[in-house]
């Protein structure tokens, strides 16, 4: 079926030519309605979801030529999604990543301004050395380097901002426009993570790979945590959030790298779950919490940068924010508590520190997350809420309120 | 067992069905229909029930039981305390008349009758607990019911001595009261825990055969006995009693006459043969007999210098109480030679209780009457009521002279018997000091109460305008008058008629007092001045209460709040550990400066570091 896809895409680059005359929001919400049919059709849930963030951002706002990058961006996601769940060959998923760079970087640069170049910039120029890495290292690790492998994780540091390789998300989310910004959250990271896992379920693991992936992102969420806490405008308090929450999906993943299948099976809500699996199902919902809430939260925003004070109030992006500080049943809540569920199901003192530390970290992220609440929510009058921050707001809460019986199906 | 517990909650009940209405005339005869049942249903139980101790389960995991426990001691105390409360509650329907809070009274009246008669009929130590406690919160509620503190409830004159205020709204004595007797409670808890866990009772019945008490020691009796001490005002904690008669007088006659402060030494009474077996008690007995002779001794000079009608009533229950405690210690340290003689001997103490209520009662409720009729509180400013209030001034009579121990009323009776006790065990332990220290006792005591009769019915600043009290005032407390005589001359058949040489010191001061504020009033001494202030100062205690303590404890929240709260607490969690997290949270917030050269060697660094990891780990 990725031949849907490749029509999609060629399509796309045709219409293309057109982009100087045509108003790119109706080519954007024509491609998001087409992947919303496509995951339908393929059974493709996550691609549902997606597509829509793309269809409510294309209806909210005039997008110019830029539409066409949405469209691009919101194809390269759902193909990825579609590569991991479908087993399709990585190479794909590597496609798609790419093609979700270019888009994003011009999404980032649509206001024009000095600030949207610099972030633009930095977003390409970091995020192009993490492809380049996960690349080469994916071609030496499918030959049988370990060293592959090495480099791949690299790679998806630089690409996901794990700390110290962070520096760059931090601008591009205060300077690069809050489309841009919504969509490097909810295309650009996710698409990233689908591409992670790809490699994570094609790859043979390496314990010291994973170890040394998980001190870095254990290292990455306090870092992220920490520097958050005095984050004074809406754009650094989610670049610091978004940080943070790269750092638990990549510690899922690390941690069975290192590790392996435990001795105990893991359980969620009274059912089996593989490791792996319970991994890869942390990464999704963390690339799920922080790309819908953050796609609602710049989504809204009117400005040309979001490295300020919002203008407008918003009420429900409360919803979104407090889903980010993880407020059960909202759907933040659920990839921290399955990374505990997780951790616990290693040796007693692995998994006592890794709770006390994820717990710790959680906790430390109230302040931030209390500060960005305000912001949106004490903003001046009038509420300027929109289709994208409805409706991040409402699926972000209809996935944590049902997720007991999406675990059920799932597994 | 129902009709007991018809008995205890009746007035319970009743208090609870006069909160449905808003009408003050419902409420009052509710609660005193309530009170007069249970009155009827104790004398029932009195008479016609067989002795024993009946129970059904409570908590089971302590020991609790809801336990009632009928003797010779809990059958005529219920009886006491349940008609005593019926004629206070009758006498406060018209006392009480036009009140602004009728519904807190009434409410909190029936709740401290039914907290009392659990006290006198609990048979399990945890049972009794609850009616302690119920009665130690029905005290604060009524003396304290006067909220809007007038100066005609306060006790005492706006003055200050060594800066500390000398006077007590009812808000303040609400809270001196509900202070001491919880001070005391702790310790009271503590020791019936500890009875629990050593013997695994804590059944009164049980307990007096309980061969493990022989392992608890002298210390958590010691624990057990600030409980009725604190209860039953004895030195030094007879400060909040003396500044409760803020309260209403009915309130009063009802704390002071038969129950809540009798409940301390009732259970020092009930406990004492249990006791007994506890190695040490010797110690224990000598504690509360010393105790009650110091506080019957101070609280008898406080109540020949007081200047308030009802303070002076309220120094003699102390005294009383006194008397009580230490008949009961003495009672205790003979039971430890003579076992056998134990029960007699602490019914003398018991028939003391009974002696001093009658008249307490009705002394409270006349005063009550006087004070009502006359509008003040001050003794002096206000006299010869004998010619406005004949039948009070009577009924006056007659209690104060069974109250100060005239033969043939039940004072004389009671208190001799009482004082047998010490006298006695004095004599056996060779403490010379305490028949002195009891004969001078006996010789101040008529003088007050000749004071308090001379200088209000006899002589004095006449009123223009002074009635005799309504019917339903008077009916109670000349009834109870009469009661005096009449329980004097059953004692004096049917138990003892006591003639020993107490009686001359007791004469002697009848005479003295006679004298001093009957025939020839007005007669001053400058010598005894100083003492007199001391005395009138109540011994300069309540700057002890209300001045130091006070101090020391806002010395002691300011050391906690500076020390823990500002300094631990808020420094720690407001200041060290925001103030560690916001330098940290700078310093990585700074690292982003913009700048894509440091940007990558981040990068740099990046890889160096986990290149490092990959070679360590």
Known sequence: ?411 | MEVVLLTIFAPLIASLISLFSTAEKFKAWAVTLGTFFSALLATYVYTSIKPGVYSVSWIGSIGAEIAVRLDHFSLPMGALVAWLIAAISLYSVKYMEGDYRPGWYWFFFGFFATSMLIIVYADNLWFLLAGWEGVGLASWALIGHWYRDEYDKWVGKEEKVFGVPYWWTPSKAGLRAILTVRFGDSFFLAAIALFYAVTGTVSLTALTHAGDLKTLGVVPLLFFALGPFTKSAQFPFHEWLLTAMTGPTSVSALIHAATMVKAGVYVLIVTTPIFLLVPGAELYFWVVAVVGVATALVATIIALTAMEFKLVLAGSTAANLGIIAAAAGAAGLLGLHEHKLLQGLLFFAFLHIVGHAVSKASLFMGFGAVIHEAGTRFIGEVGRLWRHMKITAVAMALSMLSLVGIPPFVGYITKDLALENVLEAGHVYHVDWLAPALYLLLFITPIYGLRLIGLTFVHGKEPEEVHEAPLLMWLPYTALAAATLALGAYFAVFVKFPLTEALIAVLLGFLTGLVLYIWLPGVRSEALRPLWEAAYRRFYLPILYDGVLPLLYLWFSRFIYVVFDRGLFDGLYHSVIPGVFETLSNWARRLITGNISLYVQYGVVGILITLLLLVVL
């Open chain 1, 1 to 411: 079926m990725i031949d849907l896809f490749a029509y999609l895409i060629l399509a796309l680059s045709a219409a293309a030519v057109v982009a100087g005359r045509l108003e790119g929001r109706y080519v954007a919400a024509a491609t998001s309605a087409m992947l919303l049919a496509i995951s339908a059709y393929l059974g493709l849930p996550i691609g549902v979801v997606i597509s829509v963030v793309a269809l409510s951002l294309s209806l909210d706002w005039r997008m110019g030529a830029f539409g066409f990058a949405l469209a691009f961006s919101v194809s390269a996601t759902v193909l990825a999604a579609y590569v991991y769940y479908a087993g399709a060959p990585p190479v794909y998923g590597l496609i798609a990543l790419a093609l979700a760079t270019a888009a994003v970087y011009g999404l980032l640069a649509m206001e024009r301004t000095r600030e949207n170049v610099e972030g633009a910039m930095k977003y390409l120029v970091f995020s192009g050395v993490g492809k380049v890495l996960i690349v080469l290292g994916y071609a030496l690790a499918a030959y049988g380097w370990v060293q592959g492998l090495y480099l791949a994780v690299l790679g998806f540091m630089f690409e996901l901002g794990i700390a110290p390789f962070h520096a760059w998300v931090v601008d591009a989310y205060a300077l690069g426009s809050p489309r841009g910004a919504a969509a490097l959250a909810a295309f650009s990271k996710v698409t990233a993570l689908f591409v992670l896992l790809t490699l994570f379920s094609s790859l043979p693991g390496d314990g010291a790979v994973g170890l040394a992936a998980l001190v870095v992102a254990l290292a990455s969420m306090l870092v992220a945590n920490v520097a958050g806490l005095t984050a004074k405008t809406l754009g650094r308090v989610m670049a610091w959030s978004s940080i943070a929450h790269m750092s638990y999906a990549l510690a899922a993943v690390a941690l069975v790298w290192w590790l392996g299948e435990p001795e105990k099976t893991p359980q969620l809500f009274g059912i089996y779950v593989s490791a792996a699996n319970l991994a890869a199902l942390v990464v999704v919902l963390e690339a799920l919490t922080s790309g819908l809430a953050k796609a609602g939260i710049f989504g809204y925003l009117t400005t040309a940068f979001s490295d300020l004070l919002p203008p407008r109030r918003s009420a429900l992006n409360v919803l979104n924010i407090l889903s980010l500080l993880g407020l059960p049943p909202l759907l933040g809540f659920w990839p921290k508590l399955f990374l505990v569920l997780l951790a616990l199901s290693y040796p007693a003192a692995i998994a006592a520190f890794l709770v006390l530390w994820i717990v710790v970290n959680s906790a430390m992220t109230t302040p931030y997350y209390l500060r960005a609440l305000r912001m949106v929510a004490e903003a001046p009058s009038p509420i300027a809420d929109n289709i994208t921050s409805s409706y991040t707001a409402f699926v972000s809460t209809a996935i944590g309120l049902v997720m007991p019986l999406v675990v059920y199906v799932l597994f």
